[in-house]
Nanobody, 126 residues
Framework: QVMLGESGGGLVEAGDSLKLSCVVS????????MGWIRQFPGKARTFVAA???????YYLDSVKGRFTISRDDAKNTLYLQMNSLKPEDTAVYYC????????????????????WGQGTQVTVST
């Protein structure tokens, strides 16, 4: 019912920027809490950033000050602005959604999200 489509990944050099987008359909976007999750090769998916229904944001410590998560409810779209990219940011980035919010939601736990996109590859060269 909830469909997520990520785009915006690519191959860039260290220090460059990328902006990821995620278009949401099938549900009222404003009713969903959203997150960006990334996966390194051979590793489990890990939290990067999240935003609540009301716009509260949460970040992995290592991306604070470099990444910005935002949402445009009028366009049913989630964004991740990624600045000052580092080689260690190289991963597949997934858009994720959950109906949980408030005290029932733990933004940094990847398994808290029920809906997932197909992922977009971000590769940062040295």
């Amino acid at each position: 019912q909830v469909m997520l489509g990520e785009s915006g990944g690519g191959l860039v050099e260290a220090g460059d920027s990328l902006k990821l987008s995620c278009v949401v359909s099938g549900r009222t976007f404003s009713s969903l809490s959203m997150g960006w999750i990334r996966q390194f090769p051979g590793k489990a998916r890990t939290f990067v950033a999240a935003i609540s229904r009301t716009g509260s944001t949460y970040y992995l410590d290592s991306v604070k000050g470099r990444f910005t998560i935002s949402r445009d409810d009028a366009k049913n779209t989630l964004y991740l602005q990624m600045n000052s990219l580092k080689p260690e940011d190289t991963a597949v980035y997934y858009c994720a959604a959950t109906e949980k919010d408030g005290r029932d939601w733990f933004p940094s736990a990847a398994d808290e999200y029920e809906y997932w996109g197909q992922g977009t590859q971000v590769t940062v060269s040295t």
